[in-house]
């Protein structure tokens, strides 16, 4: 019979022992109000909007063999691009190995997952010890309940970042949403590479439940933002009801509608959503993710329509050769483009 590990309605396991974890919780806040502007927190710094004319689209992808290999050899001949159903013109390809990495750590501290608070502590710190290169890729922590909050600016200094994602404590709401696009819009600015080439890839890791009771952003404006700023999303649940561990990998046998936003936010946005047990089930995903980073392509096509009018435009990219499988995102937003304040090259802009 197969084993199927359903967590109960009121969970079992407390991290730590129930006294210590209740004392060092964050109060339990209440829903965001409008106190007066002398008690008010400093709002999370807003990335400038600058204008400029974007003509390209920019999509980022893996390729992967049906032994779930990388396939780091392939050509322009080898892909299509299709927009709203309609072939382009491929105009732009490269491969992009071994680039930089600017990656945002995304913790939910909010009071729904306090119980797993001490998983996503370590699932986030195992994550950073293997895939972060010294003096080469940097990342920055940020948690969210009420509202996001940068816990650590970039830095490539892993013990740094774990020290300060080690002294989180959980309570509050959920503003999931608010979270995403914040840390997408810090990611649009990161710092750029050193040396001759600049460009760099970003990277969002998003440990949390996939529920937001908070949010003043919708979940269609945090893929917004994240499109724009040429974000990919990994997201790690951290809902283990319904895990089987009778498959050679965890596997959810039913989603909650916490697991469908994050399968949509990184459907969306070409990453991986994983639905682990124990934070020990990740250690290869994470070694594949660091893999997946530095295995990548950057297609490129003219927009077909530049006018800036909201709609969203579906992207289908193919490769053009049996037993390969594609992981791209699956369209844009048309808005009026943004980007960074120094001149990005083509592999490192933050648009369409």
């Given at each position: 019979?197969?084993?199927?590990?359903?967590?109960?309605?009121?969970?079992?396991?407390?991290?730590?022992?129930?006294?210590?974890?209740?004392?060092?919780?964050?109060?339990?806040?209440?829903?965001?109000?409008?106190?007066?502007?002398?008690?008010?927190?400093?709002?999370?710094?807003?990335?400038?909007?600058?204008?400029?004319?974007?003509?390209?689209?920019?999509?980022?992808?893996?390729?992967?063999?049906?032994?779930?290999?990388?396939?780091?050899?392939?050509?322009?001949?080898?892909?299509?691009?299709?927009?709203?159903?309609?072939?382009?013109?491929?105009?732009?390809?490269?491969?992009?190995?071994?680039?930089?990495?600017?990656?945002?750590?995304?913790?939910?501290?909010?009071?729904?997952?306090?119980?797993?608070?001490?998983?996503?502590?370590?699932?986030?710190?195992?994550?950073?010890?293997?895939?972060?290169?010294r003096n080469k890729d940097q990342a920055f922590a940020m948690t969210f309940d009420n509202e996001p909050e940068v816990i650590q600016d970039y830095t490539d200094d892993v013990?740094?970042?774990?020290?300060?994602?080690?002294?989180?404590?959980?309570?509050?709401?959920?503003?999931?949403?608010?979270a995403i696009y914040a840390a997408s819009q810090k990611l649009m600015t990161a710092p750029p590479a050193t040396g001759t080439n600049p460009d760099i890839r970003r990277v969002?890791?998003?440990?949390?439940?996939?529920?937001?009771?908070?949010?003043?952003?919708?979940?269609?404006?945090?893929?917004?933002?994240?499109?724009?700023?040429?974000?990919?999303?990994?997201?790690?649940?951290?809902?283990?009801?319904?895990?089987?561990?009778?498959?050679?990998?965890?596997?959810?046998?039913?989603?909650?509608?916490?697991?469908?936003?994050?399968?949509?936010?990184?459907?969306?946005?070409?990453?991986?959503?994983?639905?682990?047990?124990?934070?020990?089930?990740?250690?290869?995903?994470?070694?594949?993710?660091?893999?997946?980073?530095?295995?990548?392509?950057?297609?490129?096509?003219?927009?077909?329509?530049?006018?800036?009018?909201?709609?969203?435009?579906?992207?289908?990219?193919?490769?053009?050769?049996?037993?390969?499988?594609?992981?791209?995102?699956?369209?844009?937003?048309?808005?009026?483009?943004?980007?960074?304040?120094?001149?990005?090259?083509?592999?490192?802009?933050?648009?369409?």
């Amino acid at each position: 019979m197969r084993k199927m590990i359903v967590a109960a309605a009121a969970v079992l396991f407390f991290v730590g022992n129930a006294g210590s974890a209740f004392a060092q919780q964050k109060p339990v806040r209440s829903p965001r109000t409008n106190p007066p502007a002398a008690q008010q927190k400093t709002p999370l710094k807003q990335a400038p909007t600058l204008h400029v004319n974007v003509r390209l689209v920019h999509l980022v992808a893996a390729v992967m063999d049906r032994r779930n290999k990388f396939v780091t050899n392939l050509n322009r001949s080898d892909f299509k691009v299709f927009e709203d159903g309609r072939q382009q013109p491929i105009t732009q390809f490269s491969r992009q190995a071994d680039l930089p990495l600017r990656i945002g750590m995304l913790l939910d501290t909010s009071n729904s997952i306090r119980e797993r608070l001490h998983f996503e502590k370590d699932a986030a710190i195992d994550f950073l010890y293997n895939v972060i290169r010294r003096n080469k890729d940097q990342a920055f922590a940020m948690t969210f309940d009420n509202e996001p909050e940068v816990i650590q600016d970039y830095t490539d200094d892993v013990g740094q970042l774990s020290s300060v994602i080690q002294k989180q404590n959980s309570g509050g709401g959920t503003a999931l949403n608010d979270a995403i696009y914040a840390a997408s819009q810090k990611l649009m600015t990161a710092p750029p590479a050193t040396g001759t080439n600049p460009d760099i890839r970003r990277v969002l890791v998003l440990i949390s439940d996939g529920d937001d009771n908070l949010s003043d952003h919708t979940l269609t404006d945090a893929i917004q933002m994240a499109d724009r700023a040429g974000v990919s999303i990994y997201a790690i649940s951290t809902n283990n009801d319904w895990v089987t561990l009778d498959t050679p990998t965890p596997e959810k046998l039913h989603k909650s509608e916490g697991d469908k936003v994050l399968e949509e936010l990184s459907d969306e946005t070409g990453g991986r959503v994983f639905f682990p047990y124990r934070v020990d089930d990740l250690a290869q995903s994470f070694l594949d993710i660091g893999n997946e980073l530095r295995s990548q392509y950057l297609i490129g096509y003219a927009l077909p329509n530049p006018d800036a009018n909201g709609e969203f435009h579906r992207v289908d990219l193919r490769v053009d050769r049996k037993g390969l499988t594609v992981r791209s995102r699956k369209g844009y937003f048309a808005t009026a483009p943004v980007t960074s304040p120094a001149p990005a090259s083509a592999g490192n802009s933050p648009q369409h």
